[in-house]
């Protein structure tokens, strides 16, 4: 306590114990010990007006008085008091104004808060209170206004609020409260403002009742558990002005009757289950101002009648079903602002009307079926900053007319059918930052006035039909931080200016007819990731300056004529996942600096050049490496160095001069002929150190002899094996009953030192460690103290016929996959009706024990790894195998955790296994476990990649909070990312209390990541599919948080200031496929409501 404060205390002390002395009233007493209370350093200097040698407190700050020198109003905004609910002020019977709202005060609101019977207002919002409303607030008859939104409150709303018949606003938003709406809401007749959203506990229908509330102006239930229909009934609230009920459950069709809503003036409907038409007599209502319907399943034509809306300033429609064609009474909206149609079915041309709506700000005609030529009365927009109509079916030129939009920021064409050249004008817009042309019929020379557009970040021109030279003038790009001009025909050289472009993240110009060498002044962008000059005609050496590119993650310069050594300085580049300088004409020895690159995880390529000299010993040290290709050189020596790279899963040194054995390992046995072809002196099957017939005939008998020696021998110990199985105890005879009498076939998938009668005699229920819908785990120790798991499958129907050959080729699958973050399979065993899988053993469990069972803390750097390494499992399992594999069951219970924090994808692939087990909640494709299925399998019932990453994002989010999908501490039956969701998009606190506060506490610095990987979470758990980024993409954005934390930033052209759409803007254009996630929450959500 300050100095100030504790002088305070003590005279209240004095004051308390020898009132003699004091002429101060009671109320004046009452306050001080209240005051007294508070534990904010700060308090003493916000409260020095609190004079106790005052007769009364009438003139203390915050406090006024009656014309009889009662307190009649307190009210305390935004100090931080740290105290707890002031029971000492409740004898005030003249208290008419009680306020004290974002001051940190915590406890419950006490049952006698009924005895201020004067009580007018009562805010208590933005604090931490804590348990329920009493029902003693309906003694308040006096109460015009009660605010307790923004705590903790639990419990549902009183029925006994229907007895403050006088109440205009009732705000209770974000809370924890839970329960159906009261149908005593209805008595309010005198309400105007009803907010109870945030609150996902609360379920059930909107009330009938609430057409009794004919006062109502605001009704906001939104982010709630609000389900059923919208009521009918909702048309006789002829006074509302703005129904906010979106991210709701609601279903049915928007009812016509809503049109006798004759003063709304904002729908906000979006992120429900709404279906049907829109309806048409939304035309009636001349108020409109914002309609927002997105993520929804409307279907039909959007009405004509919505033309008589001439006050609509914001229509959102995306992410619907909607057909049709633009109708031409839309052209009456005049003051439109924002006009969003993202994916939906329209089809037609954009109408030229859309010229005349000079005040439109954004256009988002992107995922439609537009076809014919953009109108060249888009350039009367003068407002436009944002113009997106990517993905459609638009031909034609872009018209030079767009470059009239002098506010634009933002443009994406990209993936249609354009012609002709880029304007030159339109890099005279001084505000452009994002400009793309992806995938079109473009063609000419890029203009040299592309220097003038110095607000350039992203430029992508890539696929299309580009010629000429690069011009120089794109050095004066400062900003640029993506430039992609790939699958083009450009020639001549690279230009030297590119070095000024130093704020370059990626510089993709592959596929063209690039000539000269690599410019040295590349060297200066030191922040580049990505550096693809692939598929050219480049000549000369690769620069040794590229070793100061310490940033660099890939670097692609294959298909070219580049000649000389590799440069030694390349092993700078610490970070580099991928390598590929093949096919060209490179020469020398492999610098053994290579070697160092331990981060090189996805490829390395250095084939078809004219390398020589031996594989470097220090290859060995690339143990993520799972590509790797020197095939076609000159390279001599052995093999061997390759022998210890673990996470290999394909090799191609084929044509060489390589010689001696083939490494004794697993990987090189499987390998095929052809990735050693052309190595004369190579053995790859056989070594003879003679070429004699008689030699060659010994060997063949010996081999003969051993094999009939193995029949035998494999005969005698499967007769054991079963003679073994027929005499377990009880429990093996219960676990191996199904087909035990059958010849196991046990196929392993490494080097093993143990039999199948090591492992079946240990699996008793006794070491059993876990069950799951797949089937039962048991932690096995073999006779040479090796420890492994063993996952027994729940057991095939009798009736259904064996399927040994089906089972074999599926596990022979998983048996193949070799990842660093994917736990081992050992080998398999069945016998017709038993089925075996073996694994290592990981030692530290799952991600969900460590998280929830608190046996280890996990610090922000163990969770990290944990992430990312569980990312690049999965990107494996979608991007590098051959067919994708669909994991379908990812969730914290599968992922193991190592002794280091690595982490290990366990269970994928299992689902097709065990869909015929018959094990409850198993569907014929298992769709993944509760709380972690992705939205879309409740309607299409189909799993695919990106129901991986949905299950991902849901880990993402249990990793930051702490919390699991469906934890009690969240509000009755909600799931983790709706919550989430509502506490970003309402911003009812500072997202940092969304972390797990422990977490918090001790890694507080990491807060900035960890706000960086929310992001990415929320990307992954999009409802749409579509939206959702690959798990390739997922890697890269937690690869580059950890680089650096300001990569995720709000998109210049979307400012709170211009942004009157409630919604969390996480875009996926092309425009942000570039691994950004991009989330924006605009500031009106908060004057808008709930």
């Not at 804590?130 to 009660?146: A, H, M, R, Y």
């Not at 409740?938 to 999908?965: F, N």
Request: overall charge negative; some cysteine; proline content about 4%.
């Amino acid at each position: 306590m300050s100095s100030n404060a504790l002088t305070l205390f003590i005279l209240f002390l004095n004051i308390s114990l020898f009132p003699t002395i004091s002429a101060l009233n009671q109320e004046g007493l009452s306050l001080l010990a209240w005051f007294s209370t508070f534990n904010s350093s700060n308090s003493a200097i916000a409260f020095s007006s609190w004079d106790p040698t005052h007769k009364t407190p009438c003139r203390w700050d915050y406090i006024t008085c009656s014309k009889q020198g009662l307190v009649s109003q307190i009210i305390i905004t935004s100090i931080d008091l740290r105290s707890g609910f002031p029971t000492q002020l409740l004898s005030f019977d003249k208290l008419t104004t009680l306020v004290i709202s974002n001051a940190n005060i915590t406890g419950e609101i006490p049952s006698s808060v009924g005895n201020l019977s004067s009580l007018v207002t009562l805010d208590l919002s933005f604090n931490t209170l804590s348990g329920t409303i009493p029902d003693e607030i309906g003694k308040l008859s006096k109460l015009q206004w009660l605010l307790l939104n923004s705590n903790a409150l639990q419990g549902g709303i009183p029925t006994t609020i229907g007895n403050c018949s006088k109440l205009q606003q009732l705000a209770l938003f974000d809370n924890q409260l839970s329960g159906m709406i009261p149908g005593e809401i209805g008595q309010l007749s005198a309400l105007e403002v009803l907010r109870a959203g945030g609150n996902q506990g609360i379920h059930g229908e909107i009330p009938m009742q609430i057409s009794n509330c004919k006062a109502l102006i605001l009704l906001g239930l939104a982010d709630t558990g609000i389900s059923g229909e919208i009521p009918p009934s909702i048309g006789e609230l002829t006074n509302l002005k703005t129904l906010s009920v979106y991210t709701a459950h609601l279903t049915g069709h928007i009812p016509p009757e809503i049109h006798n809503c004759s003063s709304l003036e904002n729908l906000f409907l979006y992120e429900n289950q709404l279906s049907g038409n829109i309806p048409s007599e939304l035309g009636s209502m001349q108020s409109l101002k914002r309609v927002l319907l997105w993520q929804n399943n409307l279907t039909g034509t959007i009405t004509e009648g919505l033309g008589n809306c001439t006050n609509l300033k914001v229509i959102d429609f995306s992410f619907n079903s909607l057909v049709g064609q633009l109708p031409l009474t839309l052209s009456s909206l005049l003051s439109l602002e924002e006009f969003l149609l993202s994916d939906n079915n329209i089809s037609g041309e954009i109408p030229s009307y859309i010229g005349n709506f000079s005040r439109l700000k954004q256009l988002e005609l992107d995922n439609n079926k537009f076809s014919g030529e953009i109108p060249l009365v888009m350039g009367q927009l003068k407002e436009l900053t944002l113009f997106f109509a990517w993905q459609n079916q638009l031909y034609g030129s872009i018209p030079t007319e767009l470059s009239n939009c002098e506010k634009l920021e933002a443009v994406d064409l990209s993936h249609n059918f354009l012609t002709g050249s880029i304007p030159n004008s339109l890099f005279h817009l001084e505000n452009l930052t994002q400009l793309l042309l992806i995938s079109n019929k473009l063609s000419g020379q890029i203009p040299p006035d592309i220097g003038s557009c110095t607000s350039l970040i992203r430029l992508r021109l890539g696929s299309n039909n580009l010629t000429g030279k690069i011009p120089p003038e794109i050095g004066l790009l400062g900003s640029l931080r993506f430039l992609e001009l790939s699958n083009n025909q450009l020639n001549g050289d690279i230009p030297y200016e590119i070095g000024n472009c130093d704020n370059l993240e990626m510089l993709d110009f592959h596929s063209n007819n690039l000539q000269g060498i690599i410019p040295s002044s590349l060297q200066f962008l030191v922040d580049l990731n990505v550096l693809d000059l692939s598929a050219n005609r480049i000549t000369g050496r690769i620069p040794e300056s590229l070793g100061n590119l310490t940033s660099l993650n890939k670097l692609i310069l294959s298909g070219n004529n580049i000649t000389g050594l590799i440069p030694r300085s390349l092993g700078f580049c610490k970070d580099l996942q991928l390598l590929d300088i093949s096919n060209n004409r490179i020469t020398g020895s492999i610098p053994g600096e290579i070697g160092y690159l331990q981060g090189l995880d996805i490829l390395l390529n250095l084939s078809w050049n004219s390398l020589t000299g031996f594989i470097p010993e220090t290859f060995s040290n690339l143990s993520k490496l799972s590509n790797m290709d020197l095939s076609h050189n000159m390279l001599t020596g052995t093999l061997k160095v390759l022998s210890s790279l673990d996470n290999l899963v394909s090799l191609n040194v084929s044509y060489n001069k390589f010689s001696g054995s083939l490494p004794d390992t697993k990987f090189f046995q499987d390998l095929p002929d052809a990735a050693f072809a052309g190595n004369p002196d190579l053995c790859i099957n056989k070594c003879y150190t003679s070429g004699h017939n008689k030699s060659i005939k010994s060997v063949r008998n010996i081999i003969v002899y051993i094999f009939l020696g193995v029949i035998i021998t494999s005969g005698f110990v499967t007769l054991g094996v079963i003679l073994a199985l027929k005499t377990q105890g009880a429990t093996l005879h219960r676990n191996f009953d199904e087909g035990g009498d059958m010849e196991w076939a046990f196929t392993p998938f490494q080097k093993i030192n143990f039999s199948i009668n090591d492992i079946v005699t240990k699996l008793s229920d006794s070491n059993i460690v876990g069950k799951g819908c797949s089937g039962v785990v048991y932690r096995v120790e073999t006779p040479t103290r090796q420890v492994i798991a063993v996952k027994k499958l729940w057991p095939i129907k009798n009736e259904e016929p064996p399927e040994r050959d089906l089972f074999s080729a599926e596990v022979q699958t998983l048996g193949s996959i070799r990842h660093k973050n994917i736990v081992r399979l050992l080998g398999c065993c069945d016998n017709g009706r038993t089925r075996l899988l073996l694994f290592d053993y990981i030692c530290n469990g799952s991600l969900h024990a460590l998280l929830h069972e608190k046996r280890l803390f996990l610090d922000w750097d163990a969770r990290y790894k944990i992430i990312l390494g569980v990312a690049q499992g999965i990107e494996y399992l979608h991007h590098d195998c051959i067919p994708p594999i669909v994991h379908r069951d990812i969730k914290a219970n599968n992922i193991l955790v190592g002794p280091q924090f690595e982490a290990f994808l366990a269970d994928f692939g299992l689902a097709k296994l065990v869909s015929s087990s018959g094990c409850s909640g198993v569907t014929d494709i298992v769709a993944g476990s509760y709380g972690y299925i992705a939205p879309e399998y409740g309607y299409s019932l189909r799993i695919t990649e990106k129901s991986d990453v949905y299950s991902y994002g849901v880990v993402l989010l249990e990793v930051l909070t702490g919390m699991e999908p469906t934890d009690n501490r969240i509000s009755e039956g909600a799931h983790i990312v709706t919550w989430i969701s509502s506490e970003i998009r309402e911003q009812k606190r500072e997202f940092i209390s969304i972390l797990d506060q422990q977490l918090i506490l001790q890694c507080g610095t990491r807060t900035p990541e960890m706000l960086q990987v929310l992001g990415v979470a929320l990307l992954c758990v999009n409802r749409s599919p579509a939206e959702r980024p690959t798990m390739k993409d997922v890697t890269a954005m937690l690869k580059e948080i950890k680089q650096e934390n300001d990569d995720i930033q709000k998109p210049n052209f979307l400012h709170k200031d211009i942004v009157t759409n409630p919604k969390v803007a996480v875009h996926c254009s092309s425009f942000s496929r570039s691994c950004e996630p991009l989330i924006e929450i605009p500031s009106s959500s908060y004057q808008i409501g709930n």
